[in-house]
T-cell receptor
């Protein structure tokens, strides 16, 4: 999607390695989110951020680290990758609190991560 | 855990037919949203309906919400092959919780 870019698009890594997934948005949206999508589980929230330097855990944060030093970037790091972290990872953003507006999330195209 | 569950899990129809997908959720909501996901792509926001609304339209999409039954439905009228995708409902105020989705196949 134009305006929110995830990289890499595909990644294969070995168990135990550290890997960082990048997310960049050009709209200066306040909120950013990381979800993982797995068959049978749908999308599950890993971490989210309400603004630069403000992050909070989602439903499945264990094994992941995030940072947000700049509004436009929200990298997700797997500190020591495990096979259970094989998944498709989606970054999303929203201009504000979705419950207060008429807008939703804008998603990136995803990163397909395989841990071998 | 999922807040919403879509039904059916999969739906196969012919072009021109209507497609109806349902979403049931567990707790009180402020709003409910529907998203579409084409294969290998990110989700795209389709429509948002507030808890005090009963029905909303956007082009060929019609969404209903019944808060007493904690359920919503998405109707796509006059389906096209390009509507083939997975459809997800989502609820939440600051952070969204997504259902597991309905896979729609529209055959020419």
């Amino acid at each position: 999607d134009a305006g929110i870019t995830q990289s890499p698009r595909y990644k294969i890594t070995e168990t135990g390695r550290q890997v960082t997934l990048m997310c960049h948005q050009t709209w200066s949206h306040s909120y950013m989110f990381w979800y993982r999508q797995d068959l049978g589980h749908g999308l599950r929230l890993i971490y989210y951020s309400a603004a630069a330097d403000i992050t909070d855990k989602g439903e499945v944060p264990d094994g992941y680290v995030v940072s947000r030093s700049k509004t436009e970037n929200f990298p997700l790091t797997l500190e020591s990758a495990t096979r259970s972290q094989t998944s498709v990872y989606f970054c999303a953003s929203s201009v504000g609190i979705v419950g207060q507006g008429t807008y939703g999330y804008t998603f990136g195209s995803g990163t397909r991560l395989t841990v071998v | 855990s999922q807040q919403g569950e879509e039904d059916p899990q999969a739906l196969s129809i012919q072009e021109g037919e209507n497609a109806t997908m349902n979403c049931s959720y567990k707790t009180s909501i402020n709003n409910l949203q529907w998203y579409r996901q084409n294969s290998g792509r990110g989700l795209v926001h389709l429509i948002l309906i507030r808890s005090n609304e009963r029905e909303k339209h956007s082009g060929r999409l019609r969404v209903t919400l019944d808060t007493s039954k904690k359920s919503s439905s998405l109707l796509i009228t006059a389906s096209r092959a390009a509507d083939t995708a997975s459809y997800f409902c989502a609820t939440g105020f600051q952070k969204l919780v997504f259902g597991t989705g309905t896979r729609l196949l529209v055959s020419p």
